[in-house]
């Protein structure tokens, strides 16, 4: 083929496209998030398209802040995916004396520890700040229990059995 009718974009080398983040959620799940959850996902989102993106951009196409243009654009992406999809499940109104979603549990294991655990949507799960996916080995364990029961819950490091302290809505 003769040259003239190649774009000379043609002749650089094809940039390796990153592939699509999968779903952590199983076929069929339905993609709960918590009320603060989704604000926070929707000013991330917001964060990104109205003040990143443009930022970004707007740099040199050479330099490394243009480099970083797919992986924004990805969890642009991802997370518009994710509020697509997702379901706000309101906060109880009435107390309840089960743990459900969105509830924040206080356990104490065997040895007077306590750990507070949050159970949100799989797209808002934050370890460092307790919020567990409601998909989690512990979040299942712990969902429908109520305050005082013990719960048996099997963590890497063995067999343990967690006393229900508090249960508590946001």
């Known amino acids: 083929m003769s040259k003239a009718f190649t774009r000379e974009s ?3 080398p094809d940039r390796p496209s990153r592939p699509r983040l ?3 959620l199983p076929p069929g799940a339905k993609n709960y998030l918590t009320p603060d959850g989704a604000r926070r996902l929707r000013e991330e989102l917001d964060y990104l398209t109205q003040v990143e993106r443009p930022r970004i951009a707007a740099s040199p196409p050479q330099s490394e802040a243009r480099r970083q243009l797919p992986g924004l654009d990805q969890r642009i992406h991802h997370l518009q995916n994710c509020l697509g999809s997702a379901v706000v499940v309101p906060p109880l109104v009435a107390p309840e004396e089960r743990v459900r979603f969105g509830a924040t549990i206080t356990v104490r294991d065997r040895s007077g520890d306590e750990t507070r655990y949050r159970i949100v949507g799989v797209d808002e799960t934050d370890v460092d700040r307790g919020a567990v996916s409601w998909l989690s080995p ?3 364990a712990l969902l429908n229990a109520r305050a005082g029961q013990l719960v048996r819950f099997k963590f ?4 343990e059995e967690l006393k229900v302290v508090n249960i508590a809505y946001e």
């Open 10 to 12: 043609d002749d650089l």
């Open 22 to 24: 999968p779903s952590s």
């Open 138 to 140: 512990i979040a299942r």
């Open 156 to 159: 890497p490091s063995g067999d």
